[in-house]
Nanobody, 123 residues
Framework: QVQLVESGGGLVQAGGSLTLSCVVS????????MGWFRRAPGKENQFVAS????????YYEDSVKGRFAITRDDAYNTLYLQMNSLKPEDTAVYLC????????????????WGQGTQVTVSS
């Protein structure tokens, strides 16, 4: 089974930056569409960003466009989320997800999830 482990979360002030990492094992990472989601307290998972297996296509939720960047390093089986100009409303548990069968990660197609890493942005 594919396993995903996030890291890099923490407490930052508004306007600060943070980079999250997700290490993937148990499969062939380069074949998978990957994504980041976030879950605020009492809320369901919200799509943040995705990247195709080739790395050639990315998609961002409107509120993070221009501030966040999703990238991948296939040599290290690692997905990244570079977060800049952080806002208090970005506070959430951030989870990485893998779509191993190209069913559409944006619309509920994720097959595997990490446990999440907490990002807290103070105002």
């Amino acid at each position: 089974q594919v396993q995903l482990v996030e890291s890099g979360g923490g407490l930052v002030q508004a306007g600060g930056s943070l980079t999250l990492s997700c290490v993937v094992s148990g499969g062939i990472f380069s074949r998978y569409d990957m994504g980041w989601f976030r879950r605020a307290p009492g809320k369901e998972n919200q799509f943040v960003a995705s990247i195709s297996g080739s790395g050639g296509r990315t998609y961002y939720e409107d509120s993070v466009k221009g501030r966040f960047a999703i990238t991948r390093d296939d040599a290290y089986n690692t997905l990244y989320l570079q977060m800049n100009s952080l806002k208090p409303e970005d506070t959430a548990v951030y989870l990485c997800a893998a779509d191993v069968d190209s069913s559409g990660i944006y619309s509920g197609g994720a097959d595997y999830w990490g446990q999440g890493t907490q990002v807290t942005v103070s105002s």
